[in-house]
């Protein structure tokens, strides 16, 4: 236990909260998915590059999986103090501060969410482990989220570690599992909750505070959205709610990082956000894949490290007159093997031409994904979406679900001449400014073209405008 109040008084001693005198901060280094009854080198490559704030991001003890049947049976609490008591570890808390998240491991259960039973003594052993102080109010909330905001005003830095498990609803399940792919696929029940109401709320009210850097930690992936394994685009719903939220507060300077997934990759996509947004990905600090596999599809993919053992690490440069962020993968031997360079000044709203964040379109109900095109593709359905875009070429009309029609979300309604000539009939001249913005309802065959979705409407009947 004294060693857990010894990271907090560190955290004094290292990083100031926001005030003019403050040094700002210029290296953190961050980490996920670490047995505790396994080796662990790593924490070694970690120490060497000296960084001033260590997060650990989720699944910093496996509770639910056990290498040595003899300590089946320990509590939380054990396996936290076998964690603490790696020479490795001691080095780290003693040389730097840690925040940290928990992902499912450390929760107690295998991609478990609100549903666990035991969450409120997992709570317990948490914070006990990352020495909450008895008085705060960490220690009373429910779920173990959690802000800090260091460095001078003018350079700070502010992280946010979500809880995406003591909140987060039921998950769907695949009609037909896979092996090696993943159980799951994006649910449409928008009453299922990633944050649950008190968190949402609270991430609105720091995203409102001002800071240069943010780091938004998720246990879990926020940005790729093609596995079927946990991540955000599970609830497509909360995930759009995200992005909506980071766009409505004009949060400046933010980026993901995430953990879960036993390889490391850096995603990117354009989110409606105003700029580009990163999701660094690093897990495992020693449960890594370890042999060769193939990629799994990541549309979002800039660069990846698909086995091996790995941790992050962020810089910052603030002596350039445009502060640029180094967003780094390293292995086990602290060797870099991502890296990707990123201006601060990129990392600012209009950025990117802003664009709606519009909710997914829905076939049958269910939301639109390459699987479910697959099942139902030449069948009659009908689809709900918005549409954000349209075009025409070679005689036809398209209405688009994005606004960018080489999005692979895309789904393309095509009204062919007959349906035109009908539309025209009816007063309608210009079916493209008639229907875009709106909200449709179609029924008709779902196709596709060149990889795209889409259904070709011949006559009008087939469309019909939804009310706001």
């Known amino acids: 236990m004294r060693r857990c109040i010894l990271s907090v008084m560190a955290l004094a001693v290292h990083l100031s909260p926001v005030h003019a005198g403050a040094a700002p901060v210029e290296r953190i280094a961050f980490g996920s998915c670490v047995h505790q009854d396994k080796p662990q080198p790593v924490w070694d490559a970690i120490v060497a590059t000296r960084p001033q704030l260590f997060l650990m991001i989720g699944d910093n003890i496996y509770h639910d999986v056990t290498h040595d049947k003899s300590r089946k049976n320990d509590t939380l609490a054990q396996k936290y103090a076998r964690l603490d008591a790696q020479p490795g570890f001691r080095k780290l808390r003693q040389s730097c501060p840690l925040l940290a998240t928990w992902d499912d491991h450390d929760y107690g259960l295998n991609d478990a969410g609100a549903s666990y039973p035991l969450r409120r003594e997992s709570q317990q052993a948490f914070v006990d482990f990352a020495g909450v102080p008895a008085d705060s109010p960490r220690r009373r909330q429910e779920g173990v989220y959690h802000a800090e905001i260091f460095g001078p005003a003018d350079k700070s830095v502010q992280v946010l570690l979500l809880d995406t498990r003591y909140f987060r609803g039921p998950l769907k399940k695949r009609a037909k599992f896979f092996p090696g792919e993943g159980p799951y696929e994006p649910s449409s029940d928008t009453a299922a909750s990633m944050l649950g109401d008190t968190q949402w709320k609270w991430l609105a009210d720091q995203l409102k505070k001002p800071a240069a850097v943010r780091i938004l930690v998720s246990s879990i992936q926020v940005v790729p959205q093609d596995h079927h394994w946990e991540k955000w685009h599970n609830l497509p719903h909360e995930r759009d709610r995200l992005f ?182 009816d007063g309608i001249a210009n079916p493209r400014s008639h229907f875009e913005g709106k909200a449709i309802r179609v029924t008709g065959v779902l196709s596709t073209f060149r990889g795209t979705p889409q259904i070709i409407v011949s006559d009008p009947k087939q469309i019909k405008v939804l009310p706001k």
Not at 321 to 344: C, F, N, Y
Not at 355 to 378: F, M
Not at 398 to 416: C, G, H, M, Q, W
């Open 244 to 425: 909506k939220l980071i766009r409505a507060t004009g949060a400046a300077g933010l980026f993901c990082i995430s953990g879960d997934r036993h390889l490391a990759e850096l995603s990117m996509m354009d989110a409606g956000i105003g700029y580009p947004l990163y999701d660094l990905t690093s897990s495992g600090l020693n449960q890594g894949f370890g042999k060769w596999r193939k990629l799994e599809t990541n549309r979002h993919r800039v660069m990846t490290m698909n086995t091996g053992n790995n941790f992050g690490v962020i810089t910052i440069d603030w002596s350039r007159p445009d502060p640029r962020l180094s967003l780094q993968i390293r292995d086990e031997a602290g060797d870099i093997a991502i890296q990707e360079r990123v201006p601060l000044s990129v990392l600012k709203p209009g950025t990117l031409k802003a664009k709606s964040a519009a909710a997914a379109a829905k076939i049958n109900g269910r939301i639109v994904t390459p699987d479910l095109v697959q099942e139902l593709l030449k069948k009659e359905v009908t689809l709900e979406m918005n549409v954000n875009a349209t075009g025409a070429a070679a005689g036809l009309i398209f209405l688009n679900s994005a606004e960018d029609r080489k999005n692979p979300d895309n789904f393309t309604i095509v009204l062919d001449k007959k349906a035109q000539e009908k539309l025209s009939q």
